[in-house]
């Protein structure tokens, strides 16, 4: 299992359920750690481009807002919150032309995730309008209280019952240290067992290690504080956003066209 | 379904390396029901032999064979994790009744040595290529008894789909499954094939619903 990394990345079958087995059954822990996923020099190497190399306004569009900001061509974002530090690059794979080792590493932990969940890989990696698709997202994270709320995802609480997937799996691949680079809660994670675990410190967490955890389990960070010679918390994220129409809506002729092929298909 | 029962079926499809959760297990209670309200609407009674064809885990099993007489209830599935995992359902489930259930990839319904009142494909032509729904009709002509109704869902897909079940068995959606492909079909076997057969609920997926009469 410790061969698994981002250029090995291909399971075998007994890996496989084992790796499903930790993270679905109620026995099980809800997550799975590919420890040095990635190699020193990546993550070194992701830090300094997008923490300290990058001037966002270069490459990256200010980010509208999560409704209809994704769509087939859209650009990459960024979000930049001047009092915490805080900032997220949407980096979709047809977008982000400007830093190949990001993608490189994204779809190959995409693929990791579409064998334990055993969804087709090629599945969500184009963008398709009214389906979703994964736009690699990266996060630093500076200064803050209550940075992410407990919450779950995908989970049978979902208020729109198609959204209710409990094959659905995050995988987080950590890029920084905590209490070196970052301090505070770090990410915490609610397991099949109904306790949290504090990840980083808990599992001894380092930079390029890779932590797939079942989404509709709860989540959270509490706090991340840094100081200004710190690089804060940094990390990747791979959720599979909702596409929709440029500008979000369809025309009339398309709705048109739409209903008429369901009724073909219902009395022809 | 309560949550527990929920967790248990999906702990079972784990250990027995058959499925990550999935709607098999969301729509556990809604398909079983329907399955089973629309085969007794359809006339099915407990001394009936009933085949399912794609039975998976024996999901709508659970239904049938506690309802059916004892050993009047076949399924045929191709994923070979199903076939334990069907036996570990069935006692979580607390059902003793004799039941028969084999892997098949060849429409080999024969034998079974049987003749069948009903048959059941929920979810199944869904998976079918055009190809192979003409197998599939081609034995059960051999297999179901004159006036025997195989009730089926489906999908008319505007071309073909290809599907990779749980990144394993790689299966193709039919297309223009129309009017007229099912005339063809009525022709070529001498069935007679009804379009959401009158009584029955809507499919809990929205799938369409046929039956044939043999």
């Known amino acids: 299992m410790n061969s698994v990394s981002h250029k090995q990345f291909c399971l075998s079958q007994d890996d496989l359920w084992e790796i499903r087995n930790k993270i679905y059954h109620s026995q099980g822990d809800g997550f799975f750690l590919f420890k040095g996923f990635v190699e020193h020099k990546f993550t070194e190497h992701l830090v300094n481009y997008w923490s300290r190399s990058l001037d966002p ?37 047809w977008s982000n032309r400007h830093e190949v080792v990001s993608n490189e590493i ?21 963008p ?22 407990p919450h779950t995802d995908y989970g049978l609480d979902e208020p729109d019952p198609k959204n209710i997937d409990l094959a659905r799996v995050q995988a987080t691949l950590f890029l920084s240290q905590i209490d070196l680079d970052y301090a505070g809660s770090g990410f915490v994670f609610t397991k099949n067992d109904g306790t949290k675990i504090h990840c980083e410190r808990e599992l001894g967490i380092v930079p390029g290690d890779l932590l797939i955890w ?22 990747m994220l791979f959720p599979p956003e909702v596409i929709t129409r440029k500008g979000g809506n369809s025309s009339v002729m398309e709705s048109v066209k739409y209903f008429l092929r369901k009724v073909k298909r219902k009395f022809f | 379904m309560e949550r527990d029962k929920l967790f248990k079926l999906i702990d079972l499809h784990l250990e027995e390396k058959a499925g990550v959760p999935s709607n098999r297990e969301l729509m556990w209670e809604s398909l079983g029901d329907w399955q089973m309200d629309s085969l007794k609407k359809l006339g099915l009674l407990p001394d009936h032999k009933l085949l399912d064809v794609g039975c998976g885990p024996l999901r709508f099993g659970t239904y049938a064979i506690s309802y059916l007489t004892e050993g009047n209830y076949f399924g045929v599935e191709v994923w070979e994790p199903y076939m334990k995992l069907g036996q570990r359902i069935l006692e979580e489930f607390k059902i003793t009744k004799q039941y028969t259930m084999r892997i098949d990839r060849d429409f080999d319904y024969e034998v079974f040595d049987e003749k069948f009142e009903f048959a059941i ?14 197998k599939l009709l081609k034995t059960l002509k051999k297999v179901m008894k004159s006036g025997g109704v195989f009730l089926f869902t489906y999908i008319n897909n505007r071309f073909p789909y290809s599907v990779y079940y749980e990144m394993e068995e790689p299966m193709i ?15 070529k076997y001498q069935v007679k094939f009804e379009k959401y057969p009158k009584g029955l609920e809507r499919h809990p997926t929205g799938q369409a619903v046929a039956s044939l009469t043999f």
């Open chain 1, 57 to 93: 306004p270069q490459t990256h569009t200010l980010f509208p807002g999560k409704e209809n900001a994704f769509y087939p061509g859209c650009p990459c974002y960024y979000k930049h919150g001047r009092s915490t530090g805080l900032k997220i690059f949407y980096n979709p794979l």
């Open chain 1, 106 to 126: 994204a779809t190959s932990i995409i693929h990791l995730r579409s064998q334990i969940e055993g969804k087709a890989f090629t599945r969500e990696i184009v």
């Open chain 1, 128 to 149: 398709h309008i009214g389906q979703r698709c994964v736009i690699p997202r990266l996060i630093i994270t500076r200064n803050g209280q209550n940075i992410l709320a």
């Open chain 1, 214 to 235: 079942r989404y509709n389990n709860q989540h959270e960070i509490d706090d991340i504080s840094c100081s200004d010679d710190q690089v804060g918390f940094v990390r």
């Open chain 2, 121 to 134: 494909a929920q979810s199944v032509v869904t998976h079918l290529s055009v190809h192979q729904i003409d």
């Open chain 2, 173 to 187: 959606t039919p297309c223009n499954l129309d009017n007229s492909f099912f005339e063809e079909l009525e022709k």
